[in-house]
Each structure stands twice: as structure tokens, then as C-alpha cells.
């Protein structure tokens, strides 16, 4: 028997597996998935009782649609190789696809849940889209019925719209590039939208619109973008991220674009709640000009001197009504005073006369001249009558009779 060397061992069992094992199919599990900075990608396919390594060389790893995970379950098309220099055969894959599940399909789901945990889906974050733009870009197939679509809609719902178009791809393994370069452009020059569709296709044909790069395009844009891709069955990445999803590219058109006939019966609605509005100022503005004309005129100079006037006339008024009721009223008493003077007159004369006749029989009745009795005199002292008790030793007094006065002096007081 002839003794081999060990490169020459690996090389015979080489060429057996490889002439043995030049394609096979090979479903199992997903293990130690390792992309190597060289683009290369190394993994472990095993099932429940054994495994096998494999690698995926970079120019068939770049056409994957899918990234390839821990525990995912795969059906590998490849070749048994083996790695001279350690004696280790391996899978050399020239493609993968999930069990059960189609690449791409696995793929969308895959990028979008990706995405989606990035926040490239939140609502709160999304740009608004002007209600009249003025300009806008139409990124998309020149030659597509997509395009021709949204220019109908254009054309019959405002004419006044400019729009640039951008002729990109729109499907292929080229399409994604294009798609980003004019995303890229676009977003540089101030539209006021950019619309990035197509129609309708299988999943193959609208699958630029679910690469990551033109979702990383549009989400980073500062301009509002609508994606209108395919049918309104069809969703794609790029509708997620986008501001504004339309089902259709000519309904993308009808959702951004207002309809020049609705827009002249607004501005009809308008005018006439401006006119009704104007005219409600114009009577609020009168209302408060009378307003405060009437404060003006209560407080001005001439309405102060107008009502000093009045005033003096009520007064004057209820003055001389004052003065005729009590003219009236002197009249009456006057009139009564009348009749009752000659009577009240006659009684006090009367009474008068009583008195006099009075006092004349006192003076008679008290005039010395008048006394008959002898040895009586008045007893006066400045010209006024005293009591005789009332004088003093040594005071002067004077004692008259109806004839003669005497002057005298007390010489003399004795009680008796």
C-alpha cells in the first residue's frame, strides 16, 4: 500500500466530495452566523442531531434580500467543499432561502420590524404637507403609465402646479440606486413635495422600494415625501416611512393636490364670510361710535350748560309754583282773616276797655287824694312805696297825704 503525505490525503478526499457532492440541497438551522469584514459570511447548519459548517462567499452573499439569523431555518443550495490546509469539509452556498417562507417576503419583514424599532415609523415625527404647493417632484419611470396618470390628475385638478420629473429605474438590481440619487437631489431643491412611485408589479418588480437605502433617503429628507408605489394591495417599506402613503399613484395626485373647482367654491365660502364678517364689524364699529358719541355728548360742555339750563328752569318752575301755592294759600287766609278781624277787633277792645276800667278803679281805689280817713298817709322813698317795717334809724323817706307831703327822718325804730 502507498503511503500518502496529509496534503495528499485532503487532496483525494477533495475531489471525491466535490465530483460526489457538486450540488445539494440541505434544510436545517441557522447557527454562529459571522459576516467577516471581507463581505464573506460563516455559519453552522445543524438539526437535532448533528451539524455542518458552511460559507457563503461574498458575490453570492451581496444577493441576498434577507439577513440571516440565529436560529432561522434555511434550505441551503451549495456544494460539499473541502478546506485543504485543516482537513474540515464545509457547504459552500450559492444560495439560501427560508423554510416555508420566500426570501423577499422574509426579507420585508425583517427590514421592517428593523426600521420600526429605529423609529423610521413614528407618526409624531412625520413632516406635514403644504395644502397649495406650488412645486413639487414626480421621481418615477418617464416612460411608466404611472407617470401619465399623475399628470392627468394634475392637469384636470390645478393647473397652476409646476412639476420637475425625475427619470429614474423603478425595478431591477439598478432601480435602489437610482431611486436614492434622485430622493437625493430633489431633497437640495426646495420642493414643496416629492412623490417617489410606480404601479403596480409583483413583489420582485416594486422590491426597490423596500431596500433599506431608500428608506434611510427618505426618512433622513428634509422635503415631505409620498410614496405612491403599485396598487392599494401593495405595501412597500417606502410607505412606511414616508410622510404620506398613497394606494395609487394618481391617488397620491388627488390626496395632495386640491381640486380647482372645490378650491373656487371655497373661495367663494370665503368671500362671502369675509363680506359677513366685514359687515358685522362695520355695524360693531357703529354701535360703538353712537356709544361713545353718547358719552361725549353726556359729559361735554354743552350738555352740562344745556342741563345747568334745565335745572334753573325747574327750579324756576317750582319756585313760582311755590310762591302761587303760597299766594294761594295767604289769599285764604287773608279771606279768612277778614272775616274774623272785626270780630277779634270788637273783642279785644272790649277786653281792653274792661282792663282800663280795671286799673282806673285800682288808681282810684290807691289814690291818697282819695282817702277819707285821717291820720293815714303813703310812706315812699324815691318815689316809691314801702313798707314803713323796711326803714332804718337815720334813713330819709317821704310821707304823703291827699294834700300835703312831709319829708322825714327815722329817729327812732321800736317794735311794738
Known sequence: MQTLSVSSLNEQIKAVLESTFARVLVEGELSRVTIHNSGHIYFTLKDASSSIKAVMFKGNASKLKFELQEGLKVILDGAITLYKPRGEYQINCFSIQPSGHGALALAYEQLKNKLASQGYFDTTIKKSL?????????????????????????????????????????????????????????????????????????????????????????????????????????????DFVADLRAPTPSAAMEMILPDTNELYQYIDSVELQYIQLLKQKVYNSKQ?????????????????????????????????????????????????????????????????????????????????????????????????????????????????????????????????
Open 130 to 238: 403644504p395644502k397649495f404647493p406650488k412645486k413639487i417632484a414626480l421621481i418615477t419611470s418617464a416612460t411608466g403609465a404611472a407617470l401619465q396618470d399623475m399628470l392627468r390628475v394634475a392637469q384636470n385638478r390645478y393647473r397652476v402646479l409646476e412639476i420637475d420629473i425625475y427619470d429614474v429605474l423603478v425595478q431591477g438590481e439598478n432601480a435602489a440606486p437610482a431611486i436614492l440619487k434622485a430622493l437625493s437631489l430633489a431633497d437640495t431643491k426646495r420642493y414643496d413635495i416629492i412623490v417617489v412611485g410606480r404601479g403596480g408589479g409583483s413583489i420582485e418588480d416594486l422590491w426597490a422600494f423596500n431596500e433599506e437605502s431608500v428608506a434611510d433617503a427618505i426618512f433622513k429628507a428634509k422635503t415631505p415625501i409620498v410614496s405612491a408605489v403599485g396598487h392599494e394591495i401593495d405595501w412597500v417599506i417606502s
Open 288 to 416: 360703538e361710535l353712537t356709544h361713545l358719541m353718547n358719552l361725549y355728548s353726556g359729559h361735554s360742555i354743552e350738555k352740562k350748560i344745556s342741563q345747568k339750563i334745565e335745572d334753573v328752569k325747574q327750579l324756576q318752575t317750582s319756585y313760582n309754583q311755590t310762591i302761587s301755592f303760597k299766594m294761594q294759600s295767604f289769599s285764604k287766609e287773608i279771606e279768612s282773616i277778614k272775616t274774623r278781624f272785626p270780630h277779634v277787633i270788637y273783642s279785644r277792645i272790649n277786653i281792653a276797655q274792661n282792663q282800663v276800667t280795671t286799673m282806673q278803679k285800682m288808681l282810684e281805689s290807691n289814690n291818697p287824694k282819695l282817702k277819707s280817713k285821717k291820720g293815714f298817709v303813703q310812706i315812699s322813698k324815691d318815689a316809691k312805696v314801702i313798707d314803713i317795717a323796711s326803714l332804718e334809724v337815720d334813713e330819709l323817706f317821704d310821707l304823703m297825704s291827699d294834700r300835703v307831703m312831709v319829708s322825714a327822718k327815722v329817729l327812732e325804730k321800736r317794735d311794738i
